[in-house]
C-alpha cells in the first residue's frame, strides 16, 4: 500500500471508533443523537511520542505525502474523503504533536456506518433508541462493506477480531512490538478510547475501553439504550 494513503486515512478509523490509531494514548469520541436520527461526532486523538517520531520518519522520505510537513496528515484529503463518503458538516484539524481533532454529521441511513450496525439510531418519536454495538459479528461486517482503503489501515493494525481470528490481548501487544517496535506497543498497552453518548431526549452515557481490547474483541459490548 502506498505510503501517502497511510497517512491519508490513518486518523479516519479513530473518529470511527474502529482501530483508533494504534499509537495514540488517548481517543475521546462523543456521538449525539440529533431529532432526526442523525449522528453528530466530535473524535478527538492525542498522539505519543513513538507514534509521532514513525510518521515524521516516513514523510521525510515520501514526497507524496502532504506538503507541509509540520502536519501528520493532509487534513484537506480526509476533508475531502469524508464528504465524498456521505458524510456532512466535515471539520480536520491536526498539528504535530497535538490533537487531531475531526467534526461531522453521520446522515441516518446513508453511510456504512449505519450499514454495518455499529452505530444504530431511531428517529421515531416514541423511542430514543441511540448507540454503539462493537462485536465479532458487526466488525467483521464492517470489514467486508467497508471502503478499500479503510480495509487497508485495519490490515496495517493487524485487527483480529475484524477477521473472525481469536488471539489474546497479549499475543496482539507482542505481534505489533514485533512490526513497529518496543515503544509503539507499549503505547498501544495503554491506550485508551473514551466514549460520550447523548440521545435526542438530553441523557447521557459514558465508557471508556482498552483499544487492545477492541482489536480483539471477543464478546458484544453493547453502549447506548
Do not use: H
Not at 446522515?107 to 450499514?115: G, L
Not at 478510547?193 to 474483541?217: A, Q, R, W
Amino acid at each position: 500500500m502506498k505510503k501517502n494513503r497511510f497517512f491519508k486515512f490513518i486518523f479516519l478509523t479513530f473518529s470511527f471508533l474502529i482501530c483508533c490509531g494504534f499509537s495514540s494514548c488517548k481517543v475521546f469520541l462523543s456521538l449525539t443523537q440529533n431529532q432526526n436520527g442523525d449522528v453528530y461526532v466530535e473524535f478527538s486523538g492525542i498522539p505519543e511520542e513513538a507514534f509521532i517520531n514513525t510518521i515524521k520518519s516516513f514523510l521525510a522520505n515520501d514526497s507524496e505525502s502532504t506538503t507541509n510537513k509540520n502536519l501528520i496528515i493532509d487534513t484537506a484529503q480526509i476533508n475531502s474523503f469524508l464528504i465524498d463518503s456521505g458524510f456532512s458538516n466535515v471539520e480536520v484539524s491536526n498539528q504535530i504533536g497535538a490533537n487531531v481533532d475531526i467534526k461531522m454529521t453521520i446522515p441516518k441511513d446513508k453511510t456504512f456506518i449505519f450499514d454495518s450496525k455499529l452505530v444504530f439510531s431511531d428517529n421515531s418519536e416514541s423511542t430514543s433508541c441511540f448507540g454503539i454495538e462493537l462485536s465479532p459479528a458487526t466488525l467483521q461486517t464492517f470489514y467486508a462493506n467497508a471502503d478499500e482503503q479503510i480495509i487497508s489501515i485495519l490490515d496495517i493494525l493487524i485487527s483480529p477480531a475484524f477477521y473472525g481470528e481469536e488471539i489474546s490481548e497479549e499475543e496482539y501487544i507482542e505481534t505489533i512490538a514485533s512490526l513497529y517496535g518496543n515503544d509503539v506497543a507499549e503505547e498501544m498497552n495503554k491506550s485508551q478510547i473514551y466514549i460520550t453518548l447523548k440521545n435526542k431526549s438530553g441523557k447521557v452515557v459514558k465508557k471508556s475501553l482498552p483499544l487492545k481490547t477492541l482489536l480483539t474483541l471477543k464478546q458484544s459490548v453493547k453502549i447506548g439504550w
